[in-house]
C-alpha cells in the first residue's frame, strides 16, 4: 500500500504570499488532518476533512484553509503568509469508520517545511 | 480542552541503559492514546496506542507503554535502549468529544550513545 505523500518538501515564501500544500492520502483512507509543527514543538491540528468537508478545525485563523478531493487527496491553503507560519505542515490520512478504533490511527507524511522570509 | 505534557526535553542514555519517559495529560473523560516516533530525516511514526482494555500495551522494537487512569499518565518504557532508537518521541491524546483532533505533547528527544 503506498503511503502518505506530499508536496512540495520544501519552499520559500515571502511575508504575504500565498501558498499551496499538496497530499496524497494512504490508500483506502477517507480523511485527510493537517497538522503544523513549529521547531522544537510538536504537532498542532490545523484541521481535518472528511468527505469533502471540513470536520473539525484548531485554534488556526481563516486564512488557513483547505480542500479535500473526491479521490481523498487534500490541499492546505495559507493567504498572507506571516512569519510565523515558518514550520513544517504535516500531512496525515486516515479510515474513519465513524467511532471506533480506527478512526484515530493517523498516518503520516513527510511533510512540507515551509520558510517565510 | 485537553493537553499533553512531556517533562523530558532531552534524554541521552548510553546503550543498554533501560528508558522510561514521561507523559501526563489533562482530560476528564475518556481518552485514546499514542505514542508517536520521529527519526532523524524521516516522518511520524505510530509506536503503539491504547484504546481500551489492558492498560499495558506494546509497541513495534520492544517499546511499551502504561497507561495509569489515576495518574492520567501513559508513560514510555523499554528495557534496553539502542543506538538506533535515537529519535524524537511524541505522546498524544485523543478525547471523547466529537472533535477528532489529536492534542501532542512538546516531544522528547532521545539521543542513545554507542
Known amino acids: 500500500e503506498t503511503g502518505v505523500t506530499q508536496s512540495p518538501t520544501h519552499l520559500i515564501k515571502t511575508r504575504g504570499q500565498q501558498v499551496t500544500l499538496r497530499c496524497s492520502s494512504q490508500?483506502?483512507?477517507?480523511?485527510v488532518s493537517w497538522y503544523q509543527q513549529a521547531l522544537g514543538q510538536g504537532p498542532q491540528f490545523i484541521f481535518q476533512?472528511?468527505?469533502?468537508?471540513?470536520?473539525g478545525r484548531g485554534n488556526f485563523p481563516p486564512r488557513f484553509s483547505g480542500l479535500q478531493f473526491p479521490n481523498y487527496s487534500s490541499e492546505l491553503n495559507v493567504n498572507a503568509l506571516e512569519l510565523d507560519d515558518s514550520a513544517l505542515y504535516l500531512c496525515?490520512?486516515?479510515?474513519?469508520?465513524?467511532?471506533?478504533?480506527?478512526?484515530?490511527?493517523?498516518?503520516f507524511g513527510a511533510g512540507s517545511r515551509l520558510t517565510v522570509l | 480542552a485537553q493537553s499533553v505534557s512531556q517533562h523530558n526535553h532531552h534524554v541521552i542514555l548510553s546503550e543498554a541503559a533501560s528508558l522510561e519517559l514521561g507523559c501526563n495529560y489533562s482530560?476528564?473523560?475518556?481518552?485514546?492514546l499514542f505514542w508517536y516516533v520521529q527519526y532523524p530525516g524521516q516522518h511520524l511514526q505510530l509506536l503503539l496506542k491504547?484504546?481500551?482494555?489492558?492498560?499495558l500495551v506494546k509497541g513495534i522494537k520492544g517499546f511499551e507503554a502504561e497507561f495509569i487512569k489515576s495518574k492520567f499518565s501513559f508513560n514510555l518504557r523499554k528495557p534496553s535502549v539502542q543506538w538506533s532508537d535515537t529519535a524524537e518521541y511524541f505522546c498524544?491524546?485523543?478525547?471523547?468529544?466529537?472533535?477528532?483532533?489529536?492534542?501532542f505533547g512538546s516531544g522528547t528527544r532521545l539521543q542513545v550513545q554507542p
Open positions: 498524544a491524546v485523543k478525547g471523547d468529544t466529537g472533535r477528532r483532533a489529536l492534542t
Open positions: 482530560y476528564g473523560g475518556t481518552v485514546n
Open positions: 490508500s483506502g483512507h477517507n480523511t
Open positions: 496525515a490520512s486516515s479510515l474513519d469508520r465513524g467511532l471506533g478504533s480506527g478512526a484515530n490511527v493517523l498516518t
Open positions: 491504547y484504546f481500551s482494555g489492558d492498560p
Open positions: 476533512y472528511y468527505r469533502e468537508e471540513e470536520n
